[in-house]
């Protein structure tokens, strides 16, 4: 302990500050009168503001206010020699420091804002507090993306020195978070849980203190930027079978709706972290939402084939039971049939005998050229009958009729498949916040 009574003319502090570091020695060793004695250090971290939360690094990037306070032997002296010195301010590279770090660093700068001075007092108590930006690993749990709550992580400890040494106890403060930490439009501070634990080595047993920074996302921008888009493109699927296909722009509708959610799923990946372990639960939402707009494309396609299919073409009897359309051409079926309408055959016959009718008594040239000419149009009736009339019956309607069907069966499962993706994500939303909340 310096105890000189100072009478020189230069300040007090000036000469108590020359005293004690000249008689300080080493920084290196403890500053103890005993070998066997533990310095206890006390710590304190205040949260300022989050600069950057990211997600995709899984990084922390946030200022505080870092406090350390501990007992030092060598930094001692009699207030009654020195009446007016009731605190000196030493730079903290000429005394003992505590060899505090943050184990969960990831910035290499991190030394840097030790430089800060410390205050002293008389009766050896050092505090060391200085504003500080701490660039931190933080694990992202990005399942209830983006109504999500970050817990992040700062362990400090000694490297150097075990608990018989030294001893790290966190500060008890009154004052609360709400005092330091300033509000931005992306984070909510909802807490800092400070504990201390002690971990065993094969070098012995060394303490820490863990701070544990509760962070909560503002959903409000991703909802309105990306969420609620995204719902509504969902329903745009939807419309797409119900536009009718002789618009020509059922495809061209949904490839845009699948680019569009395509483009917002690659938006909302970018703010997150490439695992696979914490997938974000409105990723079963976007799954099945580009499978309708897939489908959209697939089931444009097959119905616009349907719908301009050749009209001479009847539509196959499997695909009229399949799709159980009835077809609109049943008479004129029949009158291809064998075994047809007996209506329909009598007034073929009938037709057949008014050609040869008109022939015998329009005719004025041999026999044998009225029997050419009578046999020509009954030779070339089976011909004329079955190949006219087949190019003349129109299946469009039938057609058109299988490939309504089939698009609303795929607009039935597409509105199935919507309501379920639906249903099932906010089940997940729900049930996962329940479990966070034990």
């Known amino acids: 302990m310096v105890a000189i ?6 300040g007090l502090h000036s000469i108590l500050t020359k005293e004690l570091l000249s008689d300080y020695g080493p920084t290196s060793p403890r500053p103890v009168s005993d070998v066997n004695k533990r310095i206890n250090v006390e710590i304190n ?4 503001r989050v600069i950057e939360l990211n997600e995709r690094h899984q990084t922390l990037q946030q200022s505080a206010f870092l406090d350390m306070h501990w007992h030092d032997d060598y930094l001692t002296w009699n207030t009654s020699a020195y009446p007016d010195v009731n605190v000196l301010i030493l730079p903290t590279d000429q005394i003992w420091r505590p060899d505090i770090h943050l184990f969960e660093n990831v910035d290499r700068n991190f030394e840097s804002f030790k430089d800060v001075s410390a205050w002293v007092y008389p009766d ?3 505090i060391w507090a200085a504003p500080v930006i701490l660039y931190t690993a933080c694990r992202i749990d990005a399942r209830l993306f983006p109504f999500d709550t970050q817990h992040c992580t700062l362990r400090f400890g000694s490297w150097s020195y075990d608990i018989n040494q030294l001893n790290l106890t966190p500060i008890n403060r009154t004052d609360g978070i709400a005092n330091f930490f300033i509000e931005n439009g992306v984070w909510h501070l909802e807490d800092v849980i400070v504990e201390s634990v002690v971990n065993v080595y094969p070098e012995g047993i060394f303490p820490e203190v863990v701070y544990t920074v509760v962070l909560h996302r503002r959903p409000l921008f991703h909802v309105l930027s990306f969420i609620l888009p995204c719902v509504l493109l969902s329903f745009l699927n ?4 119900i536009l009718p296909t002789a618009s020509g722009e059922k495809v061209s509708l949904g490839i845009t709706n699948l680019l569009a959610l395509v483009l917002f799923q690659q938006l909302i990946g970018d703010f997150l972290p490439p695992s696979s372990s914490d997938m974000p639960i409105i990723s079963y939402y976007f799954t099945p939402m580009i499978l309708i707009g897939c489908l959209s494309i697939v089931s444009g396609v097959l119905v616009a084939a349907l719908y301009h299919q050749d009209k001479t073409k009847p539509v196959p009897q499997w695909l009229l039971d399949l799709t159980r359309v009835h077809p609109l051409t049943n008479a004129t079926l029949q009158l291809l049939e064998p075994n047809g309408n007996d209506e329909v055959k009598k007034s ?4 057949e005998a008014g050609v040869r009718a008109g022939v015998r008594k329009n005719s004025s040239v041999s026999n ?3 029997v050419s000419a009578i046999a020509y149009p009954v030779q070339e009736r089976g011909v004329f009958t079955d190949d006219h009339l087949r190019s003349r019956i129109d299946y469009s309607s039938d057609w058109r009729k299988v490939a309504a069907v089939i698009d609303k069966l795929i607009l039935m499962f597409g ?3 919507t309501v379920s993706a639906i249903i099932i994500t906010v089940v997940l939303f729900i049930t996962s916040e329940e479990m966070n909340g034990i």
């Open 415 to 417: 509105i199935m498949l």
């Open 368 to 370: 044998g050229h009225c």
């Open 45 to 48: 971290l205040a949260v300022v």
């Open 5 to 10: 009574q100072a009478t020189n003319p230069k």
């Open 238 to 241: 939807l419309l797409a079978f």
């Open 348 to 351: 073929a016959n009938s037709s």
């Open 124 to 126: 050896g108590t050092v």
